[in-house]
């Protein structure tokens, strides 16, 4: 089935320091899909990626889409505390957008 | 308006049991979706319903599993003669539609299998 691979596992940075997480596949993806989960939280769903090279930002957020649909990435300007959590990327690779298949997960956190 | 609920929050049960877990999605939303995390890893696909018919039970690990959407709304997973390898974070997820549109995730039921 389908597999994506997201580095790093974990990351520690100081407050107002920048933070990327990097989601690759081996296959062409249809769309990708970026979730935040707080501590004890539940996903929560923060963009969708559908076209090559794609960029959107959502305030100190920015996310892009490879050229080739293979990979992916979330940036974070000047982290805050509220930035803590772990950032999944989601894919599928079908017709459909049911059955995303979720990678591990980067596990951010943050000092004040 | 209201998200995604999930009942129980958390559930402990004992090996053997059997145990229901239920979801409630967003008033109007088709697709629905139930998913397993387990500590540190990301959640991983169970099933799928577009409307009343699971349209993907693929991800079921055993016959032991079972997920039902009679109405079209609200959706019980069933787990027959629980193990303790069954214990983690059962999250439910619903949308508008299978395609381009965001997915929005329940608080999940923790289970643990004693």
């Known amino acids: 089935g389908q597999q994506v691979m997201q580095i790093p596992q974990y990351q520690h940075v100081q407050e107002g320091e920048d933070f990327t997480t990097y989601c690759n596949s081996s296959t062409t993806l249809s769309n990708i899909q970026w979730y935040k989960q707080r501590p004890g939280g539940h996903p929560v769903f923060l963009i969708q990626?559908?076209?090559?090279?794609e960029v959107k930002k959502q305030k100190r957020l920015t996310f892009q889409f490879g050229e080739a649909k293979k990979n992916s990435s979330l940036h974070i300007t000047a982290t805050q505390t509220t930035d803590v959590g772990t950032y999944f990327c989601a894919v599928n690779s079908g017709g459909s957008n049911y059955k995303l298949t979720f990678g591990k997960g980067t596990l951010l956190t943050v000092n004040p | 308006g209201a998200g995604v609920s999930q009942t129980p929050s958390n559930k402990v049960t004992e090996k053997g049991k059997y145990v229901e877990l239920r979801c409630d999605p967003i008033s109007g939303h088709t697709a629905l979706y139930w998913y397993r995390q387990s500590l540190g890893q990301g959640p991983e696909f169970l099933i799928y319903?577009?409307?009343?018919?699971?349209?993907?039970d693929s991800g079921l690990p055993n016959d032991r599993f079972f997920a039902v959407r009679p109405e079209g709304s609200v959706s019980t997973l069933k787990i027959q003669r629980t193990e303790r390898g069954d214990s983690a974070v059962y999250l439910c997820?619903?949308?508008?539609?299978?395609?381009?549109?965001?997915?929005?995730f329940g608080p999940g039921t923790r289970l643990t299998v004693t």
């Open positions: 990626l559908v076209k090559s090279g």
């Open positions: 319903f577009q409307g009343t018919g699971a349209a993907d």
């Open positions: 997820a619903s949308s508008l539609a299978d395609r381009d549109h965001p997915w929005y």
